[in-house]
């Protein structure tokens, strides 16, 4: 059964970095799709970046050079590291695995970020 739990959200500064945690299980990294999608209040979920099982990566325009999706194979934990926040970047964050068979949530860590 494969679990997915995100920690490390929290309220920032513009301007200002965290990083997100997924500690997953029951999930091989280098054999699927692992991302991080976010959703603000009344807006949609939508993709913030995935990585394929071979690692290569794919970023939101809104993200790129900003962002950085990461993995620790060994420790089965994916990061998501966030720089040069904006207030704009305020949302829910949820890591979200993509097997053949399904597709995986975890609960969400909030991030705002305040101007």
């Known amino acids: 059964q494969v679990q997915l739990v995100e920690s490390g959200g929290g309220l920032v500064q513009a301007g200002g970095s965290l990083r997100l945690s997924c500690a997953a299980s029951?999930?091989?990294?280098?054999?699927?799709?692992m991302g991080w999608y976010r959703q603000a209040p009344g807006k949609q979920r939508e993709l913030v970046v995935f990585?394929?099982?071979?690692?290569?990566?794919h970023y939101a325009d809104s993200v790129k050079g900003r962002f950085t999706i990461s993995r620790d194979n060994a420790k089965n934990i994916l990061y998501l590291q966030m720089n040069a926040l904006k207030p704009e970047d305020t949302a829910v964050y949820y890591c979200n695995a993509q097997t053949t068979r399904n597709v995986y949530w975890g609960q969400g860590t909030q991030v705002t970020v305040s101007s």
């Open positions: 029951g999930i091989t990294f280098s054999s699927n799709v």
């Open positions: 990585m394929s099982g071979g690692g290569s990566t």
